[in-house]
């Protein structure tokens, strides 16, 4: 039996931001938080979602870093605590959202985030959380539809909590307000999307609803991306590539595979998530195609390519155009270290979900590949 969940009320389009304060009032939450970070803020994005709001003066957490903490958690929740809140607007990319969702789990259960990780049995504990109304500033990370938020403990450890109840109750997908990205920001978070169109597509699930939305995500994505980086002000391709990162999260459920697997611990250096993936991206296409040629074939026909073509050299340019790191080395990773990535790797649960098992070897090979 599959199961199949899309959960959240999603308003898409230019202007959409105007239904936010309708559905504060739906969602009964009247003492919102509003968690973002310093970058958005001072684009202006947030002021003017306050005024449109109708809770100017309500509080604000701005100290969501690029990757979430268990520390920002803690703090995002102190601040929830402080002005007696009762439900979360997170406005901006994966950071904000996956912080006001980790503050969101832990203001109505007890414990310590890490008490919840998918990995130990701990997401299945997980109830109804405080209401979060998600709002994306970025077109990459999906997680304003997604089940999920994965916080870098204290200890240096990523952990995924996974569970439907984290699913933000609404979505205001604005294109507007992804118009502040920066280029590399753009690249990089439209790659992330890519990435998990196509590997919940390759994921070895059954789940068609998925599929068909995951091949319509990267189709988007594939066919917009460049136009969007050479011209951040083209409404049309800036909407189409919000709407492909809502697909690649809703897609998500599904499952991913090796190029999350690897990135999650390669993310325990500080480097942006889209990026890693975008690097890691072409090697493991060419690990995949040699036993996924049949679903291989129907992603080129989603991105205009004929049958058979190499996905792994169509990756690689394609990162080469967007101006993505060549390699791990580039990024910083001493080449000492990827041993322990790629066991680590091997124990991630996204590496149950990818259509060729790999071993801790394998992953090494593919690191080395992508060095």
Known sequence: ???INYLSRIHFGFGAIDKLKEELTKLDITRPLFVSDHGVNNAGIVDNILNISGHRDAPVFLDSPPNPTEA???DCLGAYIAAKCNGFVAIGGGSPIDVAKGAALLATHKGRIGDYAVLTGGSEKIGPIAPIIAVPTTAGTGSEVGWGTIITLDT????????TNLTPKAVIADPELTFSMPKHITAATGVDALTHG???FLSPRFNPPADAIALDCIAR???NIELVFADGSDREARKEMLMGSIEGGLALQKGIGAIHAMSNPIGEYKLHHGTINAVLLPAVMDFNAQTERENMDRICIAI???KGSDLAKWSRALMQRLDMPSGLEEMGIPKGDLV???YKASKENAAKTNPRLATADDYLKMLHASY
């Open 198 to 200: 196509i590997e919940a």
């Open 1 to 3: 039996m599959t199961l």
């Open 221 to 223: 994505i594939a066919n």
């Open 156 to 163: 240096g450890r990523k952990i995924a909590a996974v569970n």
């Open 340 to 342: 322990d990535i790629a």
């Open 72 to 74: 920002s958690v803690r």
């Open 304 to 306: 205009g390519l004929p």
